[in-house]
Structures are given as C-alpha cells and as structure tokens.
C-alpha cells in the first residue's frame, strides 16, 4: 500500500482511489493519475463521456491528501463550470469517500490549513492567479480546450518554483490555441495523453459495465449522425483535434504533407486578372497580378485592387 512512513498519508493517487474516495477507475484514469504523480506536466484530450472531470477531481483530492503544506488551484472558462462541473464532483467525491478526509469543504474551496487548501477560479482575468506561490502546487485546468492564452501566461507564472504541477484536461474541439499546442509544438513538455471512446470498458467488453461511461450506442448515434470522418466524430468520439477550424480552409496535416512531398513543378502563370469570391457578408474581390515562378509553385508579386464588390 502506498502510505508515508509517518501519518498514513496515501501517496499513490490510484491507491487512493480505491482505498480512501472508495471508487474504481478503468485503465485510462489510472494513467493520467499516475502521469500527475510523475510528470511535472500532464495534457488529457478525451472523447464525450469517458470521466475526464471524474479524473480531475480524484486528482485534486489525491494531491492534497498527500502533500502537507500543498495548494491546488483549479479553473476552467466560465466560473459555472468550475461551480457546476469539476467542484460538485469534488464535494461529492469528498462527501461519499470511505475515509474522513477532514478540512472545509465549500463551493468552490476545500480548506485544510493556511499553506493546504484546493481553490476553483475562473479563467475570465488572469489577475486571478497572481500571489499563488507554494512548495507544493497543482494547477488543474479543465476544459482546456476553451482556456486563451493570456490565461496560460498567468499559469505559466505560477510555475516558477520546481514541485508545481500542471494537468490540462479537455476535449479536443479547436486545432489552435494554447491547449492544441500541448500536444503539437509544445509537446515535448508535456505527458500527452488521449482517450478514445473506443477504448471505454463499456465498449471493450460490449455491455455497460460502467454507469455513465460512454455506450456503444452512443458512439453508433454519432457514427451515423456525424459520419466517421467528420471533425465532430474525431473530437467527440475519438478524442483527436478537428482537421480543419472555424476560420481555415486548408487543414495543416495536409499543408506538412504537401511541405514534405515532392512532386511536378507547377506550370508558369501569365499576368492577368484575379478575383476572389467572398462568402456571406465578406467582400468580393478582383484585380489585376503579375505571377512569375519561384521555387515550387506561383508567387504574386505584383497586385493592383481593382475593385470591390458586395
């Protein structure tokens, strides 16, 4: 078992799990929990319904239990979901645990000691997160993938001292921004972790053994409502980033392949007339260009507006 030599303290996060909160986690929990006691940085992106914010409050619990002095720091977009959605699974994993976990618990705070204390913020100033300084940290951002990076930057400053502890928790729904990077340009300072609604217990062993996991049912609904290939079916269901957002019509997976490709030069273009159609209440545009070769593929290098219509 997994205690401290000196007050019983559970200092394995999956131990305490099972012995002090009195739940069971499936495979994937275990791994991010034992990726926060290792890693100093820990990114989650997860399919719909696969107990991410239940990992993320054992998480918090387990960190305050097993540091003494220790300060745990959650956020998330809006103040409702960090009342609402990660807090009450907090209080109530709290409430039901098998062992006494003491302190005070409240909406948004869990209070221990002065130095040893669990605190909900919402992500809408990063004011917020100025003045938290501690010998034992966790900073726990769930919904991640909503979090801007102004935010991030706040974060970033609260981790200057060496045992802080970063865990970004979301599902995958924008290929861009701070939470898309800890898996792309960033990773090599992460843990990056994905879960896949096709590796739920619930699907794995073809019944619901887990109540509130994510049901094959489900994952067919969205299969023939979204269609496999759809960016919606990859967030939800398989817990990849879209291929394409809001504002981009080209996806990047297809810009790196055609970067690496080697192919025919394109053809030489001669100087003329351009237009680009604009869609709904965007301009329309033409005029007139000068192209000439360079490198693999046509550059403009002259353009004059010619006129802009509606």
Same mark, same amino acid.
């Given at each position: 078992?997994?205690?401290?030599?000196?007050?019983?303290?559970?200092?394995?996060?999956?131990?305490?799990?099972?012995?002090?909160?009195?739940?069971?986690?499936?495979?994937?929990?275990?791994?991010? $929990?034992? =990726?926060?006691? #290792? &890693? %100093?940085?820990?990114?989650?992106?997860?399919? !719909?319904? *696969?107990?991410?914010?239940?990992? +993320?409050?054992?998480?918090?619990?387990?960190?305050?239990?097993?540091?003494?002095?220790?300060?745990?720091?959650?956020?998330?977009?809006?103040?409702?979901?960090?009342?609402?959605?990660?807090?009450?699974?907090?209080?109530?994993?709290?409430?039901?645990?098998?062992?006494?976990?003491?302190?005070?618990?409240?909406?948004?705070?869990?209070?221990?000691?002065?130095?040893?204390?669990?605190?909900? $913020?919402? =992500?809408?100033? #990063? &004011? %917020?997160?100025?003045?938290?300084?501690?010998? !034992?940290? *966790?900073?726990?951002?769930?919904? +991640?993938?909503?979090?801007?990076?102004?935010?991030?930057?706040?974060?970033?400053?609260?981790?200057?001292?060496?045992?802080?502890?970063?865990?970004?928790?979301?599902?995958?729904?924008?290929?861009?921004?701070?939470?898309?990077?800890?898996?792309?340009?960033?990773?090599?300072?992460?843990?990056?972790?994905?879960?896949?609604?096709?590796?739920?217990?619930?699907?794995?062993?073809?019944?619901?053994?887990? =109540?509130?996991?994510?049901?094959?049912?489900?994952?067919?609904?969205?299969?023939?409502?979204?269609?496999?290939?759809?960016? +919606?079916?990859?967030?939800?269901?398989?817990?990849?980033?879209?291929?394409?957002?809001?504002?981009?019509?080209?996806?990047?997976?297809?810009?790196?392949?055609?970067?690496?490709?080697?192919?025919?030069?394109?053809?030489?273009?001669?100087?003329?007339?351009?237009?680009?159609?604009?869609?709904?209440?965007?301009?329309?545009?033409?005029?007139?260009?000068?192209?000439?070769?360079?490198?693999?593929?046509?550059?403009?290098?002259?353009?004059?507006?010619?006129?802009?219509?509606?």
């Amino acid at each position: 078992m997994g205690k401290s030599a000196n007050d019983g303290v559970v200092v394995n996060p999956v131990e305490f799990a099972r012995e002090v909160l009195g739940v069971t986690l499936w495979s994937k929990q275990e791994e991010v $929990l034992r =990726a926060v006691m #290792a &890693e %100093r940085r820990v990114a989650v992106k997860s399919g !719909n319904g *696969l107990g991410k914010d239940f990992t +993320a409050a054992v998480a918090l619990l387990w960190y305050l239990h097993a540091h003494n002095p220790g300060i745990v720091l959650s956020t998330a977009p809006t103040f409702r979901q960090v009342r609402h959605v990660l807090w009450r699974q907090i209080r109530a994993l709290h409430r039901r645990a098998v062992q006494d976990l003491g302190g005070r618990m409240l909406d948004t705070r869990w209070e221990l000691a002065d130095d040893r204390y669990g605190l909900g $913020l919402s =992500a809408d100033e #990063a &004011e %917020r997160f100025q003045g938290f300084h501690g010998k !034992n940290m *966790l900073v726990v951002v769930d919904e +991640a993938e909503g979090i801007e990076d102004e935010i991030y930057e706040a974060i970033d400053a609260v981790m200057t001292s060496e045992n802080v502890k970063l865990l970004l928790i979301g599902n995958p729904t924008r290929p861009e921004g701070p939470f898309y990077r800890a898996f792309h340009d960033e990773k090599g300072i992460y843990r990056p972790i994905t879960i896949s609604a096709w590796e739920s217990p619930n699907l794995v062993e073809g019944e619901e053994n887990i =109540a509130g996991l994510t049901t094959a049912e489900w994952v067919e609904e969205r299969r023939a409502i979204w269609g496999e290939n759809s960016d +919606a079916y990859r967030a939800r269901v398989l817990g990849e980033f879209p291929r394409l957002g809001e504002d981009v019509l080209i996806a990047k997976d297809d810009i790196d392949e055609a970067v690496e490709e080697e192919g025919p030069v394109a053809p030489p273009l001669d100087s003329g007339f351009r237009r680009n159609d604009g869609g709904g209440r965007d301009w329309s545009g033409m005029f007139l260009a000068g192209v000439e070769r360079w490198a693999a593929g046509p550059v403009v290098i002259g353009a004059v507006s010619f006129s802009h219509l509606r």
